[in-house]
């Protein structure tokens, strides 16, 4: 059985912190690639970040870096998105994404197969 859930959403002031949770299992487990993408209301679905499973490097949307940090617990087959200084342009549904498709854009949401359902980030102004 394949899953993939999210975790760690609320309602936050702006300038305050959030951490994202993502556990994984069965062949999500596998992947090469995990990565959180985010969609607000009316918007299109956008990449967030990615963390590679075999090298521990990261990437990030150029609007986050240096106040997000993607990363991972091993023995927990989780990863987490440490979210801090956030705005109310953070404001979105974010996803986790697994079962990445070697070859493909980390970016684009066609490079992965698995994903959660989502979680509720709200920042208040």
């Known amino acids: 059985q394949v899953y993939v859930v999210e975790s760690g959403g609320g309602l936050v002031q702006a300038g305050g912190s959030l951490r994202l949770s993502c556990a994984a299992s069965?062949?999500?487990?596998?992947?090469?690639?995990v990565a959180w993408f985010r969609q607000a209301p009316g918007k299109e679905r956008e990449f967030v970040a990615a963390f590679s499973w075999s090298d521990s490097n990261t990437y990030y949307k150029d609007s986050v870096k240096g106040r997000f940090t993607i990363s991972r617990d091993n023995t927990k087959n989780t990863v987490y998105l440490q979210m801090n200084s956030l705005n109310p342009e953070d404001t979105a549904v974010y996803s986790c994404?697994?079962?990445?498709?070697?070859?493909?854009?980390?970016?684009?949401?066609?490079?992965?197969?698995?994903w959660g359902r989502g979680t509720q980030v709200t920042v208040s102004s």
């Open positions: 069965g062949r999500a487990v596998n992947s090469r690639m």
């Open positions: 994404a697994a079962g990445y498709v070697s070859g493909r854009p980390i970016d684009h949401r066609s490079a992965y197969n698995y």
